[in-house]
Each structure stands twice: as structure tokens, then as C-alpha cells.
T-cell receptor, first 111, second 114 residues
Framework: DAKTTQPPSMDCAEGRAANLPCNHS???????VYWYRQIHSQGPQYIIH???NNETNEMASLIITEDRKSSTLILPHATLRDTAVYYC????????????FGKGTLLTVNP | DGGITQSPKYLFRKEGQNVTLSCEQN?????MYWYRQDPGQGLRLIYY???????QKGDIAEGYSVSREKKESFPLTVTSAQKNPTAFYLC?????????????FGSGTRLTVV
């Protein structure tokens, strides 16, 4: 599986957009980008995933660069409850492939 | 509502004792997983099972054992052979086509060995 690089921590003001970057320069053509988040002492929560097109759901937007070597998770209006560790993961599509979680980015939303 | 239930939330055991962590899902998911998380670290895969009566070792299986006798259940036993069992344990499940073949996680069990 391709490795990912994320900043260890970021801050964001409440109500502003939070933009979380992820580099995955060795991503393969069949690998998807997944984002999960983990609020303290809870299990990780699925946010969004994509292959090459930008994706949006009720939680966030995922912007993948045209060369697919990096992506950005956007929380459009961050709230205090969005404070969590955000994990960017790449892996081939298909349920036979395991998800590998790195250390992620600790996003702190400040009032 | 469908989901994954891990119990108990907190567990204390004496050193040298085996302990079994429960994981039950009513999502009708085919695959189930166990991860371990240490403070400030990512998740490390212990065991996973893609179908009933079959399971594979993950990256850190030593000192752990599992069974998958029912689709809904995937208990994890932390044996006395596990040198540093104090950690946060997470169970997950997945099935093709759900969340992009991604995982649904339980709320975790925090094991403390004294």
C-alpha cells in the first residue's frame, strides 16, 4: 500500500474551514484515498473516500489533485466537536485489503 | 440501529491472567478486525477474519488469539504471553460495498494490566 504523509497537528478557528492535507506521492492507479477521524478514546469514524474525482458528503469534501499525489480533506465549518485525529489512508479498492492507520493529524478547533 | 458493540469499555486484569474482549456486530458484515492502539500512536492490526471459521494474523499477533465461530462475533483473548497488554483495543467490521469497503469501528475496550 502507498504511504501517506500528514502534518502531526493543525489548529482551526471555530466556524472556519479546516483544510487537512495529505501527501501520497507513491499512490497506485487502483488505490483509493480514505479519511477517518478519531475523537479521543473512541473508535475511528469513516468520513469519506475517493479515487480521482472530488467527493462531497454531509461531513466533508475530499479534493484529490489531478496527479493523485496529494489530497485535502475540507471541513467547511469546523465546530469544537470536530477536534480529533484525522487519518488519511490509501489502499486498493476491495474488501480484501486491510486499512493501515498511521499517526494522523490532530486537528484542534479553537473557540 | 446496527453497529458494533465492544464490551466492557474498561477492563482491569492482573498480570499473568488471560482476558477475553468481546466484539459483536449486527451489521451482517463479512469481515472483522482487531486493532491495538497505544498512546499517541496509530492503530496496529492484531488479527482479522474475512469469513466464519477463518482468520489471519495481522502485524502484531503474538500473545493474542481469536475465534470466529459466528458471523456476528469475533472475540479476542489477550494471553499471558503478551508482554505489554495494556492498551486500547478496537474492533471493526467491513463488507463489500459499504463505506467504500471501509471499516465500521466499535467504541473500544481499554485494558489495563496491573
Amino acid at each position: 500500500d502507498a504511504k501517506t504523509t500528514q502534518p502531526p497537528s493543525m489548529d482551526c478557528a471555530e466556524g472556519r474551514a479546516a483544510n487537512l492535507p495529505c501527501n501520497h506521492s507513491t499512490i497506485s492507479g487502483n488505490e483509493y484515498v480514505y479519511w477517518y477521524r478519531q475523537i479521543h478514546s473512541q473508535g475511528p469514524q469513516y468520513i469519506i473516500h475517493g479515487l480521482k474525482n472530488n467527493e462531497t458528503n454531509e461531513m466533508a469534501s475530499l479534493i484529490i489533485t489531478e496527479d493523485r499525489k496529494s489530497s485535502t480533506l475540507i471541513l467547511p465549518h469546523a465546530t469544537l466537536r470536530d477536534t480529533a485525529v484525522y487519518y488519511c489512508i490509501v489502499r486498493p479498492g476491495g474488501s480484501n485489503y486491510k486499512l493501515t492507520f498511521g499517526k494522523g493529524t490532530l486537528l484542534t478547533v479553537n473557540p | 440501529d446496527g453497529g458494533i458493540t465492544q464490551s466492557p469499555k474498561y477492563l482491569f486484569r492482573k498480570e499473568g491472567q488471560n482476558v477475553t474482549l468481546s466484539c459483536e456486530q449486527n451489521l451482517n458484515h463479512d469481515a472483522m478486525y482487531w486493532y491495538r492502539q497505544d498512546p499517541g500512536q496509530g492503530l496496529r492490526l492484531i488479527y482479522y477474519s474475512q469469513i466464519v471459521n477463518d482468520f489471519q494474523k495481522g502485524d502484531i499477533a503474538e500473545g493474542y488469539s481469536v475465534s470466529r465461530e459466528k458471523k456476528e462475533s469475533f472475540p479476542l483473548t489477550v494471553t499471558s504471553a503478551q508482554k505489554n497488554p495494556t492498551a486500547f483495543y478496537l474492533c471493526a467490521s467491513s463488507t463489500p460495498g459499504h463505506l467504500g469497503d471501509g471499516y465500521t469501528f466499535g467504541s473500544g475496550t481499554r485494558l489495563t494490566v496491573v
